[in-house]
């Protein structure tokens, strides 16, 4: 079982969302209708599982970017620890607060 509800079908579409960022600036799927986009979850910030996960996306940023690709992090922490993570690693994309663990 996932971390985060059931397993996606591949070929299925997202489960819709609706979040802040570590910023507290909304985002949601249909905001990204039409164009590519890599989601995905992590528990907890700043462990050394997840760490190495983030830092891996945003080793490979300029790639993802170069090919339409945009990349959204969601996780379970609050927006402070987000962006507090994200600043910690130079993480170059958004993450996203499921505080309340709606998404999934």
Same mark, same amino acid.
């Given at each position: 079982?996932?971390?985060?509800?059931?397993?996606?079908?591949? &070929?299925?579409?997202?489960?819709?969302?609706? !979040? #802040? *960022? #570590?910023? =507290?600036? @909304?985002?949601? !799927?249909? =905001?990204? /209708?039409?164009?590519?986009?890599?989601?995905?979850?992590?528990?907890?910030?700043?462990? @050394?599982?997840?760490?190495? #996960?983030?830092? &891996?996306?945003? *080793?490979?940023? *300029? /790639?993802?970017?170069?090919? =339409?690709?945009? %990349?959204? =992090?969601?996780?379970?922490?609050?927006?402070?620890? !987000?962006?507090?993570?994200?600043? /910690?690693?130079?993480?170059?994309?958004?993450?996203?607060? *499921?505080?309340?663990? %709606? %998404?999934?």
């Amino acid at each position: 079982m996932p971390l985060f509800g059931k397993m996606p079908e591949i &070929g299925k579409p997202a489960p819709f969302f609706s !979040l #802040q *960022d #570590q910023d =507290g600036i @909304p985002h949601s !799927l249909s =905001g990204y /209708k039409g164009k590519k986009l890599v989601v995905y979850f992590f528990p907890k910030a700043d462990t @050394p599982g997840w760490v190495k #996960q983030a830092c &891996g996306f945003r *080793d490979e940023f *300029d /790639k993802y970017k170069e090919l =339409g690709i945009a %990349v959204l =992090g969601i996780s379970y922490d609050s927006k402070d620890a !987000l962006k507090a993570f994200k600043e /910690k690693y130079g993480i170059p994309f958004n993450f996203l607060s *499921d505080s309340k663990k %709606v %998404v999934g």
